[in-house]
């Protein structure tokens, strides 16, 4: 059976209130259910296409494919980062297209207060780093040590399908039977594409249960939103067609 785990990550809390509003997502709740429509004797695959998103949602992801009691594919067909690229190696085996981008980082947390609370944000991040690290060093098995992906999330990597495999996060080349592809090409960091390529621009979900709330109030949705409002959804929903169209 094929699925598709196409969108932003999120948890299954605010899976139904995005796709209320449009957003294309997907939760741990979906992949459990996909294991589980599944028939008999068949693999799984699961299709591809997320930058990212809510690293919680993105490891229990990871958790739940690995525990799978049925063989598990992902085949990467745009792009597979952030919180996705850690999901995504929970499968038995990683394919990707041709033109698949495959994408880590540092996690990030916003933080406000004083000194104490940053400190605090400082040592959750480290331990969400070693976390991230476990999983790409189980998946790698040496191809990379640890230090070395450690410097790869440090510099926000892009990887074409070519350095993926190498690193061992790829397991192959879709459509690639001869092996041509499968050379070594330049790798490339570019930090400024991470504002387009991962959650950043996804609404709040408590600013949109308070709109849904609104909206329920009155039985239709408001006559005029705020322009703020109908930016920040523009925005979030154009970001979303660019990693579509990667």
Known sequence: MRTQMNGYVVSDDDAELYRYFGFSVVSPRDVRQAI????EGEPLT????????????????????KAAN???EVEIQSLAGSAMSVAAIGADVVRASPVAQFMI??????????SVEHRRSLQALSSFKASVLNAYEL??????????????????TWMPV?????????????????GVIASQAVMCAQSGIRALATAG???????????KAEMDKGGNPPAQEPEGDKNALALA??????LKNM
Do not use: W
């Not at 589980?36 to 028939?39: H, K, L, S």
């Not at 296409?49 to 992801?61: L, V």
């Not at 070519?162 to 001869?178: R, S, T």
């Open 36 to 39: 589980a429509d599944n028939p």
């Open 162 to 178: 070519q350095d993926a495999m190498a690193a061992g996060f790829v397991d192959n080349v879709l459509y690639d039977e001869d």
């Open 139 to 156: 998946k790698c098995a040496g191809k990379k040590t640890r230090g070395e992906l450690d410097a790869m999330l440090r510099a926000e």
């Open 237 to 242: 929903k154009a970001r979303l067609e660019l």
């Open 70 to 72: 049925i063989p598990t």
């Open 201 to 211: 621009g996804l609404p709040d979900a408590a600013e949109l249960r308070a709109r």
């Open 105 to 114: 980082h540092l996690p990030s947390l916003r933080t406000e207060g004083d």
């Open 46 to 65: 699961l299709e591809v296409n997320s930058g990212g998103g809510s690293m919680f949602a993105g490891y229990e992801i990871y958790t739940i494919l």
